[in-house]
């Protein structure tokens, strides 16, 4: 009688053990799950305000800060998002440097920085052709720096600038001071809300154009419009 008892006892505590630690585990799992809901929600709720504060953009914005070259009244206007650093867009800008010399009367170039921060010298030789253009010469700057893509710097930036014949004082007074860099932070944005991903990046005609588009992919675009 007295083994049947302590059995039954053993039983009930073995029972009440299990459904203990049963309850245990619940609330864990319970936990866990409210943790990762409420992990959940917060990521959503960042993802929310993440959008709202970056705007987002159908077409560029043609400001009358944008170096441009071509023709004003042109039916044809080519926007390219680029940087000085990208060997893709070296590769663009000789491509657009031909079709310019082929069809300038007939094509509006506009040009938008958009420096990569894989490229540690891209922004620095943004703002250095952004202070040329105030002297007028920023396309002439523009083609010296893909020129000598593979040594940006400083030094190279004020040797350009004694080439064409720059006002060396106030051209180092712009970069060491980084007078143009609202400029090129102001396409970059925009670039951003446009949802650029990479560059070379063009508009051309409002049609949307990734990468370092040949001669012919540049006519094909803009044949339909223009008679030559």
Request: hydrophobic content about 45%.
């Amino acid at each position: 009688m007295l083994e049947k008892k302590i059995d039954l006892y053993i039983k009930i505590l073995l029972f009440v053990f299990l459904l203990f630690a049963a309850l245990i585990i619940a609330r864990y799992v319970l936990s866990r799950q409210s943790l990762k809901e409420s992990q959940e929600k917060i990521a959503a709720l960042q993802k929310l305000f993440t959008q709202a504060e970056q705007p987002t953009l159908d077409k560029p914005i043609l400001k009358t800060t944008d170096p441009r070259i071509g023709t004003a009244s042109a039916k044809n206007t080519v926007i390219v998002f680029s940087d000085f650093q990208c060997p893709h867009c070296a590769d663009l800008a000789q491509t657009l440097s031909q079709f310019l010399a082929k069809y300038r009367d007939k094509i509006l170039l506009i040009w938008k920085d958009f420096p990569n921060p894989v490229f540690p010298q891209a922004k620095s030789a943004a703002v250095a052709a952004r202070c040329a253009q105030l002297e007028d010469k920023f396309w002439e700057y523009h083609d010296f720096l893909y020129a000598n893509q593979e040594s940006l710097g400083k030094t190279v930036y004020q040797e350009i600038a004694k080439q064409l014949g720059l006002n060396i004082d106030a051209f180092n007074q712009c970069l060491e001071n980084q007078e143009t860099l609202p400029l090129v932070e102001d396409d970059f944005q925009e670039g951003q809300a446009l949802k650029i991903d990479g560059t070379p990046y063009l508009f051309i005609n409002g049609q949307r154009v990734s990468g370092a588009a040949s001669l012919t992919d540049l006519e094909k675009v803009i044949e339909p419009r223009t008679t030559f």
